[in-house]
């Protein structure tokens, strides 16, 4: 191909990828998408809001829990085990989610000697704070070194409960209360590989045998003990020795209250095969009696990046890295692929990080960003032989909106309740396989009656307008005797999942409301800066007008609303229908839209006449790509088709031009005397240059001239439409038919291998006006004889392809050949 044809086709190229190369990276109508970017947009049904500010009130955050991680010390342990039992102690003490919460971690062994105890606290009751957790850190690698001088070889439980219930319940039955909140639960998880063994224990008894007997009843009064006190007992188990009805005898003996109505929240005992097994088992333990929600990363040795997800619902978390070694460095990516802080604000998160020197590392999220996390480890030479673990340990807070239609309902009448969700962060939240398992219910308080407790659901069934659309409906009678203020309180339970409890107040209407009013919000897709439009429709019977003002409450944080108009009047004794439209600030951030827009009547105390969510979503505005993709690929295919077209018309045009293969064979009355065969090359832009030289005493010879024209140049010509063509020097051109002479000076020019003009085709022109006369000029040498058959060439004729002899002879875009040399 020659140089032109391949620049052009390609600038074509690049222009194309120009094209598209900038825009591809992101679009929302359909258009193609890199894989990174699929893999950023490919979220399940949720709006994510752009950094909103994370709340600074603690109490806003997951509820504290006071638990004590109590470790078996005895001389049945391997130092592997106990090793593995460290790690899996200081996986919940790092891990957990609550900055209020307190941690304990005893180790446990028995006393049978003056000098030994049968426990041995190596960290105190510790808030998990910053601070907190790297104390934590520290103190509970003193697990790992065993004095037998300090503490016996035996399982003492009693005394192991004794003392994990005495630390839990210092400060009497009030400790850990808030104002005005319940008790912070209490709980011990309890690692053993073995059974009770006091036989060697003098405290409890004079010869083995009484000692056992008196152990296990005193464990039955230490359990007694805490389940007065509302401390749980959660025991977990490794290996083949473990006394499985007494470990069961240990989780139904304590307090067995739970943090919510899910089964999976009592507590229970678990057995594993090996220590090897612990950490992830204790984990999931904590989970379920935190009721947290526990999700399992990946696993691999450094270098690696490992994975661990997390939900859009969770509103707090802590990923936990069981690196085993302290020299392995851990760097954390959110799901944007950003690296995050250590401890810190970013995108709206808050972020914290301890452990960082020790064998068990924990990076504390609040408001964590929902998708994939990757963490990735490094570790010097020799220290890459242990497997790293990453799992994620969450909790949802979750905030209701409630709608109550009636506004304000009579005594006696029937009303419907309708619940939205969503989380901290402004996550609204309508994927419903988030909610798997949850139940919803609502307690109605007020003057005059008992409280009403009922649940809602989301079944599709009557009031529920439509299943799995994440709304929960249900309906309730106002008691006959509800006077003045109602309180409503909704309650969401599953595991990982709390709810706020955040009151909706309403008024008991009395007779029949003198205004009434319906709305209606269209559910729309619009971009920052447009507009949702709504209708509201008003009745009123009074004989008076009443003014009415259009409210937004419960806006997803940095929502930039305002509705237009704001106020309407409702002229008496008439019903009115008026439009109104919200507007969406430019800088609301891409999301679902949560809160609700409501009607209240300002003339009768702000009472509310109805209430209606929001179903908007806002989407990032469209790019230019995203606007004009389709024609560009639309302009690029055509370009591209003519381009394929221009191309196959250029190739074929070539090829009839080539004359490669092509004999010139030089005659003088009909006698040959030399020829010369073209060759692949020599024929560039269909143009091939030689010369008849006619040496003195020899018989004159063709030779082709590759640096261009002299002036004892010929050429001969092939035109796009396959005419051949002659121009001897000095002469006009002339056409030449294959296999016939044509007159070159003194002698006869035969052309063998050329195609024939098609018929029809166009003469020649010459500079001359007309046909040569075939007089070439120059001296004549006579009495040459070639010999038979002549030669192919000569003269260095044999050479490198040389460039166009005649440049300036290229055809015109038409194909048609120019005369004018």
Not at 348 to 370: I, Y
Not at 524 to 547: K, S
Request: one cysteine or more.
């Amino acid at each position: 191909m020659h140089w032109t044809e391949k620049g052009g086709l390609l600038l074509l190229a690049g222009a194309l990828v120009a094209l598209s190369g900038p825009f591809a990276a992101t679009t929302a109508s359909g258009a193609p998408r890199t894989a990174a970017a699929q893999a950023a947009y490919a979220q399940p049904a949720y709006a994510l809001p752009q950094a909103p500010t994370a709340p600074a009130d603690p109490a806003d955050g997951p509820d504290p829990i006071d638990f004590a991680v109590v470790v078996d010390q005895s001389a049945s342990l391997a130092d592997k085990d106990l090793a593995r039992e460290t790690e899996a102690a200081a996986l919940l003490s790092q891990g957990e989610i609550s900055e209020r919460s307190r941690a304990a971690v005893i180790g446990f062994g028995s006393s049978e000697k003056p000098g030994q105890s049968p426990v041995r606290e190596v960290c105190p009751l510790t808030v998990a704070d910053a601070a907190g957790r790297e104390r934590l850190s520290d103190c509970v690698q003193q697990l790992n070194h065993r004095d037998r001088d300090r503490t016996g070889p035996g399982t003492d439980f009693p005394a192991a409960v004794r003392q994990a219930v005495t630390r839990l319940t210092e400060g009497g039955p009030a400790a850990g209360r808030r104002a005005g909140a319940p008790a912070v639960p209490k709980v011990v998880f309890l690692l053993t590989d073995g059974k009770l063994d006091v036989a060697d224990s003098p405290e409890y008894g004079t010869d083995r045998d009484s000692r056992q007997s008196n152990g296990a009843r005193r464990l039955t009064e230490e359990l007694a003990r805490a389940r007065a006190a509302g401390v749980q007992i959660w025991p977990l188990g490794f290996g083949g020795e473990i006394d499985r009805a007494a470990l069961t005898a240990m989780a139904e003996g304590g307090y067995r209250g739970a943090c919510s109505e899910i089964p999976g929240s009592v507590p229970r005992m678990r057995v594993v095969g090996t220590s090897a097994e612990i950490d992830k088992a204790l984990q999931e333990t904590f989970a379920a009696a935190r009721c947290a929600r526990i999700a399992h990363g990946t696993v691999g040795k450094p270098p690696a990046d490992l994975t661990v997800s997390i939900p859009p619902i969770a509103t707090d978390g802590s990923l936990t890295v069981a690196k085993h070694d302290p020299k392995v460095q851990v760097t954390y990516y959110d799901p944007a692929g950003r690296k995050v802080p250590v401890r810190g604000e970013f995108d709206g998160s808050s972020f914290e990080v301890s452990g960082q020197n020790g064998p068990v590392e924990a990076l504390r999220v609040k408001n964590p960003l929902p998708g994939r996390w990757r963490v990735h480890i490094e570790a010097p030479e020799g220290h890459r032989d242990r497997e790293v673990a990453v799992r994620a340990i969450w909790q949802g807070r979750l905030r209701s909106t409630v709608v109550l239609d009636p506004a304000s309902p009579r005594a006696g009448e029937q009303v419907k309740v309708e619940v939205r969700m969503q989380t901290r962060r402004g996550v609204v939240i309508t994927d419903p396989r988030q909610l798997a398992g949850i139940a919803v219910a609502a307690d109605l308080k007020g003057e005059g009656f008992r409280p009403v407790a009922f649940r809602l659901a989301d079944d599709g069934k009557a009031p529920d307008a439509t299943a799995g659309d994440a709304r929960f409906t249900g309906t309730l009678t106002v008691p006959d005797g509800a006077t003045g203020d109602l309180e409503l309180v909704t309650r969401m339970e599953a595991p990982g999942i709390t709810s706020d409890h955040r009151p909706l107040h309403a008024r008991v209407g009395e007779g029949v409301p003198l205004v009434a009013a319906g709305l209606a919000v269209e559910g729309v897709t619009v971009h920052p800066g447009g507009t949702v439009r709504g209708t509201l429709d008003v009745t009123n019977n009074d004989t008076a007008p009443h003014t009415l003002r259009l409210a937004l409450a419960d806006q997803t944080p940095g929502a930039e609303l305002t509705v237009t108009p704001a106020t309407v009047t409702a002229q008496p004794n008439r019903a009115t229908r008026v439009p109104f439209t919200i507007s969406v600030g430019k800088g609301t951030p891409p999301g679902e839209l949560g809160g609700q827009v409501s009607v209240v009547d300002t003339g009768d105390g702000d009472r509310v006449l109805r209430g209606a969510f929001l179903a908007v979503r806002v989407v990032a505005p469209p790019t230019w790509w995203e606007r004009w993709w389709k024609a560009v690929l639309a302009g690029a295919a055509v370009l591209v088709l003519a381009a394929a077209v221009l191309g196959i018309r250029l190739a074929a045009r070539r090829r009839r031009r080539d004359m490669t293969g092509v004999t010139l064979e030089l005659c003088q009355e009909g006698r040959p005397l030399d020829s010369l065969t073209v060759r692949r090359g020599q024929s560039r832009g269909g143009a091939f240059v030689f010369a008849v030289d006619e040496p003195y005493g020899a018989p004159p010879t063709l030779r082709r001239l590759p640096g261009g024209g002299s002036a004892t140049a010929h050429v001969l010509r092939r035109t796009g439409a396959g005419e051949l063509l002659l121009r001897p020097r000095g002469g006009g051109q002339v056409p030449v038919r294959p296999g016939e002479p044509t007159g070159l000076g003194d002698h006869e020019l035969v052309v063998r291998g050329g195609r024939p003009a098609p018929p029809g085709g166009r003469g020649s022109r010459g500079s001359g006006g007309g046909l040569w006369s075939g007089k070439t000029g120059g001296s004549r040498r006579t009495g040459s004889t070639a010999a038979p058959g002549g030669r192919t060439d000569s003269g260095g004729r044999t050479g490198d392809a040389a460039p166009d002899a005649f440049p300036d002879a290229a055809p015109d875009a038409g194909g048609d050949y120019d005369g004018n040399f």
